[in-house]
């Protein structure tokens, strides 16, 4: 078997003597996209944090392409972020900069672009998630919360890298924009070749982007498999977590 892109191993943290993760697994093949899917307070975005080297676990071990990452500092960890691009829970946009500006931040903040080549690479971005030109000029505070994810989706792409990583792309959205922003997360990321691991609470989300499910129970992987079969799993917190997102949807 080919070392995975993304691989976690009895992955341990707790607050204040509280275990919020409890022996998290999880592989990702290079190129595969990972939904984690689970009630709030599951444990999801602490997962995608010590990923992501912005929490450190108390025990447990956190591999990409095979090499430990735990214990990555400085150099070594801007390094590894700089490969992955990220879409943040609130996604996260700098209020006072143009859209354009927060596409193209870290390509602007390492003068890796000039502000006109920042600017036709975040219009292309944009471009990819369904908005025009005109969006790139204004500032987030002036569009819609689908349109803010959107281009919460343009910035994770924009420096086109080997790792996405998303935490609720579609929560706030209607089930219409859920669907829409689900296609956009599945084309850009296949059109990128990249491996993908996303966060939702939304059922519908995890079935239209993963081709690998990982339900999050108190801190435990409870269940994990394939899309196509979340529905018939037999599994009591699979069955219960889709007994109360449809109860949910319904009053929606
Ligand atoms: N830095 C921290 N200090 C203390 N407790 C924390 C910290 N980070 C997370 N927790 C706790 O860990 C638990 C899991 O948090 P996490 O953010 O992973 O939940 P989640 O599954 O992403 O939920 P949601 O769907 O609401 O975003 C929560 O009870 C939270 O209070
Ligand atoms: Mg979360």
């Not at 999801?44 to 990555?72: E, F």
């Amino acid at each position: 078997m080919s070392t995975p892109k993304i691989a976690v191993q009895g992955l341990c943290k707790s607050f204040d003597g509280e275990r919020v993760l409890d022996g998290v697994d999880l592989s990702i093949p290079d190129g595969g996209s990972l939904v984690l899917l689970g009630e709030s307070g599951s444990g999801k975005t602490l997962t995608l944090k010590c990923i992501m080297g912005l929490v450190k676990p108390d025990s447990g071990a956190i591999r990409i392409d095979g090499q430990d990452t735990v214990n990555l500092s400085g150099r070594d960890r801007d390094q590894l972020l700089g490969r992955c691009g990220m879409l943040f829970q609130q996604s996260a946009l700098f209020d006072s900069l143009p859209v354009w500006r927060n596409v193209a931040f870290r390509e602007l903040e390492r003068k890796e672009l000039s502000p006109e080549a920042a600017h036709a690479m975040a219009v292309k971005c944009l471009s990819s998630v369904g908005l025009g030109p005109r969006v790139a000029d204004l500032l987030p505070s002036e569009l819609s919360g689908g349109m803010q994810k959107r281009v919460g989706i343009a910035r994770a792409i924009a420096s086109q890298p080997e790792i996405i990583l998303l935490d609720e792309p579609t929560a706030g959205l209607d089930p219409i924009m859920s669907n829409v922003i689900a296609g956009l997360i599945v084309t850009n990321v296949r059109e990128l070749g990249a491996t993908a691991l996303s966060i939702t609470s939304d059922i519908n989300t995890a079935i239209k982007i993963a081709d690998q499910i990982v339900l999050l129970h108190e801190g435990k992987v409870a269940w994990t498999g394939p899309p196509d079969e979340i529905a018939n799993t037999g599994n009591d917190v699979v069955e219960r977590f889709i007994h109360k997102w449809k109860i949910e949807q319904a009053a929606a």
